[in-house]
Each structure stands twice: as C-alpha cells, then as structure tokens.
C-alpha cells in the first residue's frame, strides 16, 4: 500500500516531459521480445489527380535491445529496380548505418542516413517515418489524455529531421499501439497525418497495424500502405542482416 | 564465338553434377519452392555523329537486346538457383553477342555461404574508375564505361564472423577473354582485335586455376576493403613493337587491392588502389574523391550528388582505359519522383593534355514497365599523342534505350 501511495504521488509530481517519455517508453516496452520479423507490402501512391502506382517490398526486421532495430529492405517492384535492397543499422544515439544494393551491377554502396527527410521512393513517407523508432531519437511532452488514448507531442532530436514536431496518438488499452501520427514541417505548418488501420494482435502482445494511410495535406498526395501477414517465427540472426545477406536478398 | 561455346561446355559439365546431388537433396525434404521470372527487352539506337575514323565503321547502330532471368528458391531462401541470361542484336558482329551472366547455385547456412557456378563480383567504392574489381571479365563491347561484364565460372565461399569482418574465398577455373568490337564497330583500335588472337602468359591458357581471397569490414564510418588475386589478369597486356606492331596477350598477375569509405553526415570519402605484378609489368594506380550530396533541397526530394576524383596510373601510356593522370568530376541529380528519374553529367581531364571525356546519363521510368535512357559521351581536344584515346576522338555519340520489362 504504501509502495502504491509513492508510486501515486510520483505520478501526480510528473512533468508533462516526463509523463510523454514514460508513455513512449511503456510503448516500447510493449512491443519487446518479439525478436525478429519478416512481411511483405504494397505501397500505392496516388497524386493529387488520384492517379496511383505501386511498389511492392518486402521487409525484414532483428530486434535488438542494446542498441537500435536492423532492418533489411528489398524492393520486388517495380521491375527495373526489382532486387534494389537497403540494409540499416538504426542506432539510439547518433547516424544509423545505411548500404544500398544495386543489383544490375552487383554493387553494394554505403550511404549517407543524413537525408532523413527526403522522400521513399516518390512516396509520401520520409526516410524517417519508415526508419525503426527508438525512444532516444525524440524529447517528449505529453498533451492529454482522452480515455484509452494518450496523446504525446514528440520532438526530433535531431536538427537534420523535416519536422518541428509530431503528435503522436497512443492507445493505452491496447498495447500502447500508435493510432495516428500528425507531422509538423519545419514552419511548424501541418504537413501530414499518418493513420494506423486494420491492426491485428500477434502472439497475444504484438500489435501490427496491417494498413498505414498517409495524407500530405499541403500536396494532396497520398501514400497507403497495405502488409501482408507478419512472419514472427523465421528466427532471424545477425547473420541474416549482413552485406552477405543483402547481396543475397536483392538476387 | 568460341569462347561462348567453350563456355556452354563449362557450364553443362558444371550443372550436370551439380543437378544429380541436388535431385536427391530434394528428395529427402519436401520444401516450399518459389520460382521467379523476369524478362526485359531493349531496343537501343546509337548515334556517331563524327566521321568515322577507319574504315568499315557505321555511324548509325540499331540495336535490340534481351535479358531473361529466372530464380528458384527454396528452404526459406537459404539455398537457390539464380539465372540471368543475355543476347544482343547489333550491326557490328563482334557486338552481336550472347552470354550467360549468371547462372548458379547458392546455399547459406549461419555464418556462411556457399555459391558455385557463373556469377558477378563487385568490389569497390569509387565512381569514375574501377580498379579493385578483378573477378568478372568486362563485356567490352557492350558498354563505355566497362561496367557491363561477363558471367565468371566460380566456386565462391564466405564466411562472417562476429568481430573481424567478412571473408570471401575464390576459386576461378576458367578464363574469359575480353570481346573487342569488330571491322564495322566504333571505340575500337585502327587494327582491329579479334580476341582469338591474344594468347595467354600461362601454358594452362584459359584453364590456369586462379584464386581470389577478400576481406570486408566496417568500423563505425569506414568501410574497409583488402583483396588479392591470383591468376591470368582481365586486362590484356599491349606491348608495341619499334614497327608499331601491337602484340598482346593475358598475364599471369598478382593484384593486392584496397577499398576504403568514409561516410560522414553528406560526405562520402573514397580510396581505391591496386599494386599488379607481373614478369612483363609492375604499377600502382589510385583512384581518390568524394562524393557530397545535397538532399531533399527543394523540400520535393530533389538530391544533387557533386563528385570528384583523381585518377593515377602509373602505367602512364599504357594503362588500357588511359586514365593515368587525369580529374573526374560530376554531377548526380536524383528527383526521387515516382519515376526514379535520375541525371548524372560529369569529364574527365587529363592533367598533362588537353584530352578530356564528357559524359551524361539520364534515365526514367514510365508507367510501371518501361524504362528510357539516354546516354551521351563526348571526347573533346585528344591530343594525338594519346596512345589509346587517340583511336577514338571521332566517336562521340548518343545512345538512346528504350525498355520494357515483363
């Protein structure tokens, strides 16, 4: 009882700041242990006349706890880029660790992660929307709270990022899920809002949004991207986030 | 021709063995196998708006090409068969030609992998020149800038280990001769060279066993590279008599090679160097630079890349690609669009000449099969005294491709 009445209090001292880290860090809290996964998606973009095309991925994620996620992504199309592959070293503090496979000439290159707010292959995420989202890489400041859905303003750490800022919109009840992101430009002016649709629970703790919807409200364009079921059982090891793997995976 | 037939045998013979060990494996685990198949058809125009300098060469070259590729995988995509084949239609015979640029079996297991048949090695990190890369023949018909090349018959092992990087082991039975464009070719010699004619250093010939080891790395923001070949070179060795007669033919080389990157915020550092060492040859070459890139400066996503490297070669005269003392320079736009549309302008100086190449490349995709490139060299001021340049000031031209992929 009177470790719960401490612990009430701690609550009710908290700053804003602190209350939004320590949502952030129960929602990754929530998603630990689910070691590594692999899913298949298809990205639509549709520009301002609702002309759409599409690309279809695949994408590889190992869980790491010490330091960052290390993903590998291979692009199956379009067919002129089909085997196109990325591997990333996301890191908690400082510049992840980027290489690209071109597999028209068999070359893998490593790249620069400085350009975070570029656009994905024409889409209307940014190379940081996709990039795995480590707790360290945001100051937070928690803004309210609306029965199961806790919102929390986060804002990049680092200077080379697109936006002043993101509200971010967590689901309590379930998992601390993300259910829609607003992005803020560098003119602090509403650029996008990410939705998280069709979310399906795995393992009985791990919940996958299986559609993500982004608006760019300054464009009109939109991005869907559509998943396909998750593979949490491949058992993906280091080995399988290699340049070995990478030449591997884009042939 | 020849040497793509002695190449089928290779392959045939290979494949033969190969296919009796795996039927059985198959046997014994029925596993969940994924076929895949590719295809894309080129129609290529080339355009030499010079007067041709020796006789028999055209200035206009239609052309047509087809790139088939199969995939079968199987056991989660651990172990698999990969093809790609390749055939070009073109005026000039020589550049009429076939190959299969990959064709092999790969398996990997843990820490390694495993893969025997025709495949394609990249090594390196610079743009203008590619010196470490020894493994492949290059297709010299097919492109300028070399970086086509032909399928290499090997057995191929790596092994990762935890804290000490990558190594990769080679072993290379067999050798390909470089194909050089015929009588009615552009960027070719005043004599022309059939490639039957270039013997070999070694008395073994094309079937001189050659080995290759690499080690890989990367430590924080560097990326590390150290190799070493050991076998009959890729380059063929020109030595002109005092009638000016050219004889040559394939040395028997040693070529330790280094790679570095440093990759810092936008800036790409690079470092390519080759020591080669053989009875009738002995040189260092160095290709250095950067590359900085400007990204997303117009909040659409447009990149602007800015290149720049020196090139030594202290073969001097005789280095094949005549890149001995010269700058490189460029441009890479990248719009980042739907369409991948990408632009890359860049020369090449010589420091101690007036002999400079301009270059573009520019390409774009349309709807979600086609595909469009134009490509333009440009050779300006060669001076005479150019040993191998000098063959080709009147052949500055545009390329245009159109392709559609199935």
């Known amino acids: 009882m009177l470790a719960a009445a401490f612990v009430g209090t701690a609550v009710y001292a908290q700053s804003a700041e602190e209350k939004g880290l320590q949502i952030a860090k129960a929602a990754e809290k929530a998603d630990e242990g689910f070691g590594s996964s692999i899913v298949e998606l298809k990205m639509t973009l549709k520009n301002k006349n609702g002309q759409t095309s599409e690309r279809f991925l695949t994408t590889r994620t190992l869980e790491l706890t010490e330091d960052g996620d290390k993903s590998l992504i291979v692009f199956e199309s379009p067919k002129d880029v089909k085997g196109t592959a990325t591997l990333t070293y996301t890191h908690k503090v400082g510049a992840d660790d980027q290489w690209l496979y071109l597999p028209s000439i068999k070359r893998v290159k490593r790249i620069s992660s400085n350009n975070k707010s570029g656009p994905f292959v024409g889409s209307e995420f940014a190379y940081e929307d996709l990039s795995s989202q480590e707790v360290e890489k945001y100051a937070y400041k928690f803004l309210k709270e609306e029965g199961d859905l806790l919102v929390v303003e986060q804002d990049p750490v680092d200077p080379k990022s697109g936006y002043t800022r993101r509200v971010v919109t967590y689901n309590k009840g379930k998992g601390y899920r993300l259910e829609k992101i607003e992005f803020y430009d560098r003119k602090n002016a509403l650029l996008k809002t990410l939705t998280y649709n069709d979310y399906k629970l795995y393992k009985n703790k791990f919940w996958r949004a299986l559609t993500f919807n982004m608006v760019n409200h300054q464009s009109n364009k939109e991005t869907l991207l559509k998943f396909s079921d998750y593979n949490f059982g491949a058992e993906l090891a280091e080995e399988d986030f290699t340049e070995v793997a990478l030449k591997r995976a884009g042939s | ?406």
């Open chain 2, 1 to 406: 021709m020849t040497n793509n037939n002695r190449l089928s045998v290779w392959v045939v013979v290979f494949f033969t063995g190969l296919s009796l060990g795996w039927t059985q494996d198959a046997k014994r685990e029925k596993r969940k196998v994924n076929h895949e198949f590719e295809m894309e058809l080129e129609a290529e125009y080339r355009y030499f708006w010079d007067d041709a300098q020796f006789p028999g060469q055209e200035d206009h070259y239609p052309s047509l090409a087809i790139r088939p590729d199969y995939s079968m995988e199987w056991n989660d995509g651990y172990e698999s068969i990969n093809f790609t084949g390749f055939f070009r239609w073109d005026r000039d015979d020589e550049r009429t030609h076939w190959d299969i640029r990959e064709l092999y079996y790969q398996k990997a297991k843990g820490k390694w992998e495993l893969s025997l048949g025709l495949k394609k090695i990249y090594w390196g990190v610079t743009e203008s020149n590619h010196l470490v890369d020894v493994i492949n023949q290059t297709d010299a018909v097919e492109t300028f800038d070399g970086e086509e090349k032909l399928g290499q018959p090997m057995a191929q092992f790596s092994y990762i280990t935890d804290k000490w990087g990558t190594f990769d082991f080679f072993y290379l039975p067999y050798h390909r001769k470089r194909t050089f464009p015929g009588d009615e070719g552009r960027l070719r010699f005043g004599t022309v060279i059939n490639q039957d004619d270039l013997g070999y250093e070694s008395g073994a010939e094309e079937w001189r066993q050659d080995v290759a080891l690499r080690w890989k790395h990367y430590f924080g923001i560097f990326d590390i590279g150290l190799s070493h070949f050991y076998g009959t070179g890729r380059e063929p060795l020109f030595v002109f008599d005092t009638f000016g007669n050219i004889n040559a033919f394939y040395p028997v080389i040693h070529q330790t090679g280094l790679d570095l990157q440093i990759t810092h915020d936008a800036f790409l550092w690079k470092l390519e160097s080759i020591y080669r060492n053989a009875d009738a040859q002995d040189f260092v070459a160095v290709v250095a630079g950067l590359e900085y890139t400007f990204s997303n400066i117009d909040g659409n996503g447009l990149d602007i890349g800015l290149l720049g490297e020196y090139l030594y070669d202290e073969r001097d005269d005789l280095s094949l690609n005549a890149l001995q003392n010269d700058v490189f320079f460029g441009s890479r736009l990248a719009f980042n669009d739907v369409q991948d549309t990408s632009i890359l302008i860049g020369g090449i100086a010589d420091l101690e000449s007036s002999s400079k190449i301009f270059s573009l490349e520019a390409s774009r995709r349309f709807g979600s099969n086609w595909r469009a490139e134009v490509e333009a060299r440009i050779f300006s001021s060669i001076e005479d005294t150019e040993l191998i340049l000098s063959n080709f000031r009147q052949d500055s031209f545009l390329r245009f491709t159109i392709s559609r992929f199935f």
